[in-house]
T-cell receptor, first 114, second 120 residues
């Protein structure tokens, strides 16, 4: 069975500092990988996704993530965060199948401090 | 254009009552998903519709939960004999599912704002 582990429940960081949010997954088959963001009182929004090809994926708002098959990881990074990046971030996987259902991690709260 | 909408935004009910939660997907999206998000957790898959049919209902926790999508657009999640453990935010998502019979796993899912269900 698939599972997703987000290693940090909370990540505090100062504004303009770099940040990395960690995500590891387990699956016996090939997967697609996603990062979603949930701003306060808003719905989940896709940041980026890895389907195939280049292992470095660029998303919206300056975020990027790198797929590492050998380490089964898909860590999210941003070189310089803003106060507005404060939100809950979810890593998710989907099997290469005909359903598209997503398996989510527990989420990481990014707290950007001035 | 309009995104995924869900009604009501909040629902408070008493233990043992029946509730219905509604989802309006993005127009033209054939795939529709329901997820449940408990406090401090990530969303958990419940059921997936392709068109009018439930293609995967493996996430429904028990037979008190049921969902329909009779015309392939709006969906209703129905919960009978609600229990306090059903309290959560219920999320709906839709996707275009461009390739009929193809790999929907690659499609972006667009989420609604959720319905917060509280069972007293």
């Amino acid at each position: 069975a698939q599972s997703v582990t987000q290693l940090d429940s909370q990540v505090p960081v100062f504004e303009e500092a770099p940040v990395e949010l960690r995500c590891n997954y387990s699956s016996s088959v090939s997967v697609y990988l996603f990062w979603y963001v949930q701003y306060p009182n808003q719905g989940l929004q896709l940041l980026l996704k890895y389907l195939s090809g280049s292992t470095l994926v660029k998303g919206i708002n300056g975020f990027e993530a790198e797929f590492n098959k050998s380490q089964t990881s898909f860590h999210l990074r941003k070189p310089s965060v803003h106060i507005s990046d404060t939100a809950e971030y979810f890593c998710a996987v989907s099997e290469n199948s005909n359903t598209g259902k997503l398996i989510f991690g527990q989420g990481t709260t990014l707290q950007v401090k001035p | 254009g309009a995104g995924v909408s869900q009604t009501p935004s909040n629902k408070v009910t008493e233990k043992g009552k029946y509730v219905e939660l509604r989802c309006d997907p993005i127009s033209g999206h054939t795939a529709l998903y329901w997820y449940r998000q408990s406090l401090g957790q990530g969303p958990e898959f419940l059921i997936y519709f392709q068109g009018t049919g439930a293609a995967d209902d493996s996430g429904l926790p028990n037979d008190r939960f049921f969902a329909v999508r009779p015309e392939g657009s709006v969906s209703t999640l129905k919960i009978q004999r609600t229990e306090r453990g059903d309290s959560a935010v219920y999320l709906c998502a839709s996707s275009l599912a461009l390739f009929l019979g193809g790999p929907y796993s690659t499609d972006t899912q667009y989420f609604g704002p959720g319905t917060r269900l509280t069972v007293l």
